[in-house]
């Protein structure tokens, strides 16, 4: 019996040249780009705003939540884009509830109403601008650009329009999300205390 070890699975997938098979990847002009996982506080932040998003979609009956998932986003220039929210919405208006999703697509083919993205440390500002303009433009109507270190979110309600809601702040859910609202307190830890 052969045992491998973690290094050496790790190993596998990069000594052959190719990104491990669970490795995250987005598909950008026509190229799988890999993309690092988001960090252990960004996710556990997606989800529980996963968590809210699907109580109340549930309850409202408006649609739901789903965490690191790929779409397809049919953009003019590359019609075959594949992103990865952090955290997307769809509603029952996009994809009614009793319609089933294709099981063996890697991609989900809708564009989802909300677009949330976690900012992880590696993650860089012009790749996080460059994947909010590319939702506006391939019709997702709000985009949620959450910073857990510096405990805000950056609302945008489309590609020039931005609020900043603080920690002190209520998180809603505006036209997309009816009567969605979500205090920062509870979607935080606790401030640590000084050391």
Do not use: C
């Not at 529980?48 to 009956?61: D, F, M, Q, S």
């Not at 063996?104 to 303009?133: F, G």
């Amino acid at each position: 019996m052969s045992i491998a070890t973690l290094p050496d699975i790790l190993q596998l997938g990069e000594a052959e040249g190719t990104p491990a098979a669970d490795s995250l990847y987005e598909i950008i002009d026509g190229q799988r780009v890999e993309i690092p996982p988001m960090s252990a506080y960004a996710a556990k932040i997606a989800t529980r705003l996963a968590t809210r998003l699907n109580v109340h979609g549930e309850r409202e009956k408006l649609g739901e939540a789903i965490v690191e998932s790929l779409f397809r986003l049919p953009l003019t220039r590359d019609i075959s884009r594949n992103r990865r929210p952090d955290v997307a919405f769809v509603t029952f208006a996009r994809w009614p509830a009793d319609r089933a999703q294709p099981t063996s697509e890697n991609a989900w083919d809708v564009v989802p109403d909300l677009a949330i993205e976690v900012v992880s440390p590696h993650d860089l500002a012009d790749d996080l601008l460059e994947k909010t303009l590319e939702y506006f433009q391939a019709g997702v109507s709000l985009v949620w650009v959450v910073y857990p270190r510096y405990r805000r979110i950056h609302v945008f309600e489309g590609p020039a329009s931005i609020r900043v809601i603080l920690d002190s702040d209520v998180l809603d859910g505006g036209e997309v999300l009816p009567g969605f609202s979500l205090p920062m307190s509870q979607l935080f830890d606790p401030v640590p205390p000084p050391s």
